[in-house]
Each structure stands twice: as C-alpha cells, then as structure tokens.
C-alpha cells in the first residue's frame, strides 16, 4: 500500500504550461483528473519540492508532475507527458 501525503487531497490547479502541454499530447482535463483518481505511485523528482505521480491512460504508462503549495493548499499540476515505450 502507497502512503500518500497531505498535500494529494489538496485541490488541483493546473498551469499554462500543462494546459498546452495537455493539447500537444491530445488529452483534457477530465483525463488528467481521471488518471489521478488511480494512480499507481509517487516520488520526487530532480527538482526540490515536485512529485511525479505514476499514471496510467490507455494501457501506458504517464508522468504527473506535481508541486504542492502549501500556502494556497493547492496541488499544481506542471506537466503530464507519456512515458515513452510504454
């Protein structure tokens, strides 16, 4: 069983970036909040304070990367990408 933390049930907010990220790669939104709703694990990345949340869409595998705003208590969401050969 995968420990999720606090900030996993803040409410998402997606950035310009993702937006046309989303576009290029052909899915919406409603995709992006539906391969959150069954993700298959999390952990950080390179970068200090982002996460990427392993999904599924379609049989491959994909990419969520995350930052939590503790502040705001939001999740932003900053890309989504599939991984390649899945």
């Known amino acids: 069983m995968v420990a ?10 997606l950035t310009p970036h993702v937006e046309r990220r989303m576009a290029e790669r052909g899915i919406d939104e409603l995709e ?4 959150l709703l069954k993700p298959k694990a999390w952990h950080s990345v390179e970068f200090p304070g982002r996460y990427a949340i392993v999904a599924v869409r379609r049989g491959a595998d994909w990419r969520i990367i995350v930052e939590p705003d503790a ?6 969401v900053v890309t989504a990408y599939r991984v390649e050969g899945s």
């Open 4 to 13: 999720w933390p606090e900030w996993w049930r803040w409410e998402l907010e």
């Open 32 to 35: 992006l909040r539906a391969m």
């Open 71 to 76: 502040a705001e208590r939001v999740l932003v």
